[in-house]
C-alpha cells in the first residue's frame, strides 16, 4: 500500500519568508506525487506533479517541490510567502498499486501567513 | 480550461432523507470520476472510482447501498446519500479524469457541504 505523511498540520510564516512544507511517502514501487491546494470551502487545485522525469517540479504561483528517492520525501517549497498563499495543502501519491489516478492524501498543512 | 461543476454547494437536510449531489464536466468527456469525503480538518477519503455505463467500485468500508453512485453519461456523475443521519455530514468533493493515465489532468470540483439535522 501507499501512503504519504504531512509533517506539521498548522505551519505559519511571516509574509516574505520561506515556505516550507514536508511531506514524506511511503510506495513499494516508483511513486507519482502532487501537490494539491485548497482554499476553504473549494475543491482542491493541482500545484505540481512529480511523474518520474525531472526531480525538481515547479508549479504555479512560485512553489517547488524536489523529489528525493533516498529521504522518500517531496517537500514544497516557496522562497517568499504572499499572503494569498494562506490555505491547505495535501500531498498526495499515485502509482500502478492504486491506479492512474486514484490518489491517496496526506493528512493536510494548513499554512498561515503573518502580515 | 476544463472545470467540473458541483452541485449543490451547500445543502441542509432532515434526517432519514435522501441527498443528491451532481458531479459535471462541463467541456470534456470523464470516463471515471472519483468520490471523496473530507472530515473537518481532515484529509480526503476516497470513497468511490465511478465509471461510466459500469458499476461504481467503493472503498472498503463504505456502504454501496447507503452512497449510492450513478455514473449515466460521460459528463454526469452522481452520488446519494440515502437516509441521511448527521453522521454523514461531512464536505463531499468530486474530481474528473479527461482518462487513465498518469498524465491525464484530476480535475476537482469546489464540494458540496452536507449539514443533516
Known amino acids: 500500500a501507499q501512503s504519504v505523511t504531512q509533517l506539521g498540520s498548522h505551519v505559519s510564516v511571516s509574509e516574505g519568508a520561506l515556505v516550507l512544507l514536508r511531506c514524506n511517502y511511503s510506495?513499494?514501487?516508483?511513486?507519482?506525487l502532487f501537490w494539491y491546494v485548497q482554499y476553504p470551502n473549494q475543491g482542491l487545485q493541482l500545484l505540481l506533479k512529480?511523474?518520474?522525469?525531472?526531480?525538481l517540479v515547479k508549479g504555479i504561483n512560485g512553489f517547488e517541490a524536489e523529489f528525493k528517492k533516498s529521504e522518500t520525501s517531496f517537500h514544497l517549497t516557496k522562497p517568499s510567502a504572499h499572503m494569498s498563499d494562506a490555505a491547505e495543502y495535501f500531498c498526495?501519491?499515485?502509482?500502478?498499486?492504486?491506479?492512474?489516478?486514484?490518489?491517496?492524501f496526506g493528512q493536510g498543512t494548513r499554512l498561515t501567513i503573518n502580515p | 480550461g476544463a472545470v467540473v461543476s458541483q452541485h449543490p454547494s451547500r445543502v441542509i437536510c432532515k434526517s432519514g432523507t435522501s441527498v443528491k449531489i451532481e458531479c459535471r464536466s462541463l467541456?470534456?468527456?470523464?470516463?471515471?470520476m472519483f468520490w471523496y469525503r473530507q472530515f473537518p480538518k481532515k484529509s480526503l477519503m476516497l470513497m468511490a472510482t465511478?465509471?461510466?455505463?459500469?458499476?461504481?467500485?467503493?472503498e472498503q468500508g463504505v456502504e454501496k447501498d447507503k452512497f449510492l453512485i450513478n455514473h449515466a453519461s460521460l459528463t454526469l456523475s452522481t452520488l446519494t446519500v440515502t437516509s441521511a443521519h448527521p453522521e454523514d455530514s461531512s464536505f463531499y468533493i468530486c474530481?474528473?479524469?479527461?482518462?487513465?493515465?498518469?498524465?491525464?489532468?484530476?480535475?476537482f470540483g469546489n464540494g458540496t457541504r452536507l449539514t443533516v439535522t
Open positions: 474530481s474528473a479524469s479527461r482518462g487513465a493515465n498518469y498524465n491525464s489532468p484530476l480535475h
Open positions: 510506495s513499494s514501487v516508483p511513486p507519482y
Open positions: 512529480y511523474t518520474s522525469a525531472a526531480t
Open positions: 498526495a501519491v499515485s502509482g500502478p498499486i492504486q491506479g492512474a489516478q486514484k490518489l491517496v
Open positions: 467541456d470534456f468527456q470523464a470516463t471515471t
Open positions: 465511478s465509471n461510466e455505463g459500469s458499476k461504481a467500485t467503493y
